[in-house]
Structures are given as structure tokens and as C-alpha cells.
């Protein structure tokens, strides 16, 4: 199945030109300018993706398509997927297309909870959602699109009532070298910051009306 690879290991490998790490998977957004330039790289990544026997997730729109990878059956990133960003970087440069390392990010909701075994089945069959697969034994429950299209919604143990607060925020996952200037627009927009306690882990944002959210990376964690 292949050896678990951290985000940090994952990140000093692939190349930093076209790829990103955001919320354990390597991302990659290539600027096209038009969907038959787009449908060209799709094609020539299934080419390569075929050749290395591991298949990425790809989203073909009219100026850029979105790459990503990571090792399902093991809920984690591998050797695979450093392989397969390596010979995708080979066809764009090939092809001559530029990618936009600020644009993928993850979206996830965040659902604060007492007894989180008592919500989740509610969640799962209201979303039509599945179990997430992860590596991690410690990491909280998450719930999954099964067609990987909707935001994952995931499960925050709380130690204590707090009706004060909204029980319910959103993530966003970003990548490591623009999260300083994702916050930073926000604030601009109005929000402001609660707490960078635990960045570059996350930041906690309200808005003006103090609904929250949280800009995440990889660092600093585990």
C-alpha cells in the first residue's frame, strides 16, 4: 500500500512551481485559458496516471483544471503521490502551462459537540455522507462526500456546554505561504482575529456578527 509520508516530507519533495499541500492532499491548479486546452491536459494526466497505477481526482472547468492526489486505500499521502506530481509537472511543463499555487484550498464544516457518537449517524443521513478514511488513530470523526464534490464535515469534541457561541464554524484549509494573507484580508473585510494561538496550525476569524472560522494549514501540527 505504501509508506505513510507526512505533509512536511510530501512538501519538500514535490514541486513547489505547480503543487501545494492542503489538508492532506497535493493540490495543483493550472491556468488553461480555455476547456479544450483543459481537456488536452486532462487527457495526457490520464496518460500518466494509467502508466504509475494511481489515479488522481480532477476537475476540468473552462480557464484552469484542478489536480489532486492522495492514497485512498491507505487515507493518507504516499510515495504514489509524490510520483504522480512529479510526471504531472513533467506534462504541464510539456504543454506550457502555468499553474496558480495560491488558489487550492480545502473547505471542511466543523461541527462542535458533547457527545459526538450521538450526532454523527443524524449528520451521515441527512448529507448522505460516508465515514472518512484517515491514517491517523487520533484524528476526530469526519464525514465525506461520497462523489467528492461537497465540503467534509467533521466533529470537534467540546468539554463543556458553551451556548454562548455558535456550535457550527467553518475551515478553510489554505496553502502554508498564503495563509498570513488570507487572514489578513479578511481582517480587512471586516472580520477580525479571535486567536492565532495555534498558528500557523490555524487562526480563529469572526465576523462583524461573530460567526466564526478558522484558516488552517499543515504546520505546526501532529
Given at each position: 500500500?505504501?509508506?505513510?509520508?507526512?505533509?512536511?516530507?510530501?512538501?519538500?519533495?514535490?514541486?513547489?512551481?505547480?503543487?501545494?499541500?492542503?489538508?492532506?492532499?497535493?493540490?495543483?491548479?493550472?491556468?488553461?485559458?480555455?476547456?479544450?486546452?483543459?481537456?488536452?491536459?486532462?487527457?495526457?494526466?490520464?496518460?500518466?496516471?494509467?502508466?504509475?497505477?494511481?489515479?488522481?481526482?480532477?476537475?476540468?472547468?473552462?480557464?484552469?483544471?484542478?489536480?489532486?492526489?492522495?492514497?485512498?486505500?491507505?487515507?493518507?499521502?504516499?510515495?504514489?503521490?509524490?510520483?504522480?506530481?512529479?510526471?504531472?509537472?513533467?506534462?504541464?511543463?510539456?504543454?506550457?502551462?502555468?499553474?496558480?499555487?495560491?488558489?487550492?484550498?480545502g473547505f471542511e464544516?466543523?461541527?462542535?459537540?458533547?457527545?459526538?457518537?450521538?450526532?454523527?449517524?443524524?449528520?451521515?443521513?441527512?448529507?448522505?455522507?460516508?465515514?472518512?478514511?484517515?491514517?491517523?488513530?487520533?484524528?476526530?470523526?469526519?464525514?465525506?462526500?461520497?462523489?467528492?464534490?461537497?465540503?467534509?464535515?467533521?466533529?470537534?469534541?467540546?468539554?463543556?456546554?458553551?451556548?454562548?457561541?455558535?456550535?457550527?464554524?467553518?475551515?478553510?484549509?489554505?496553502?502554508?505561504?498564503?495563509?498570513?494573507?488570507?487572514?489578513?484580508?479578511?481582517?480587512?473585510?471586516?472580520?477580525?482575529?479571535?486567536?492565532?494561538?495555534?498558528?500557523?496550525?490555524?487562526?480563529?476569524?469572526?465576523?462583524?456578527?461573530?460567526?466564526?472560522?478558522c484558516v488552517c494549514?499543515?504546520?505546526?501540527?501532529?
Amino acid at each position: 500500500m505504501g509508506q505513510r509520508l507526512t505533509d512536511s516530507e510530501v512538501t519538500e519533495r514535490i514541486d513547489a512551481r505547480h503543487w501545494r499541500v492542503v489538508l492532506g492532499r497535493v493540490h495543483g491548479t493550472f491556468r488553461t485559458g480555455s476547456f479544450v486546452r483543459g481537456a488536452a491536459l486532462v487527457g495526457r494526466v490520464t496518460e500518466v496516471a494509467e502508466e504509475l497505477g494511481h489515479h488522481p481526482d480532477v476537475d476540468l472547468r473552462y480557464p484552469a483544471v484542478h489536480v489532486s492526489t492522495w492514497s485512498h486505500d491507505v487515507g493518507a499521502l504516499t510515495e504514489r503521490d509524490v510520483a504522480l506530481a512529479a510526471a504531472i509537472s513533467g506534462v504541464v511543463d510539456d504543454l506550457g502551462i502555468e499553474a496558480v499555487t495560491a488558489q487550492p484550498q480545502g473547505f471542511e464544516v466543523a461541527v462542535d459537540a458533547l457527545d459526538i457518537p450521538a450526532v454523527v449517524p443524524f449528520w451521515r443521513a441527512v448529507l448522505g455522507y460516508e465515514d472518512e478514511r484517515v491514517a491517523a488513530d487520533d484524528a476526530s470523526p469526519a464525514l465525506v462526500d461520497p462523489l467528492g464534490v461537497g465540503p467534509s464535515v467533521w466533529f470537534q469534541q467540546m468539554d463543556a456546554p458553551r451556548p454562548q457561541r455558535n456550535r457550527i464554524h467553518l475551515d478553510v484549509s489554505v496553502p502554508h505561504d498564503v495563509a498570513e494573507q488570507r487572514v489578513a484580508a479578511a481582517v480587512a473585510a471586516g472580520g477580525h482575529l479571535v486567536s492565532d494561538r495555534r498558528a500557523p496550525a490555524f487562526w480563529v476569524l469572526a465576523d462583524a456578527e461573530g460567526n466564526e472560522v478558522c484558516v488552517c494549514t499543515w504546520q505546526a501540527r501532529g
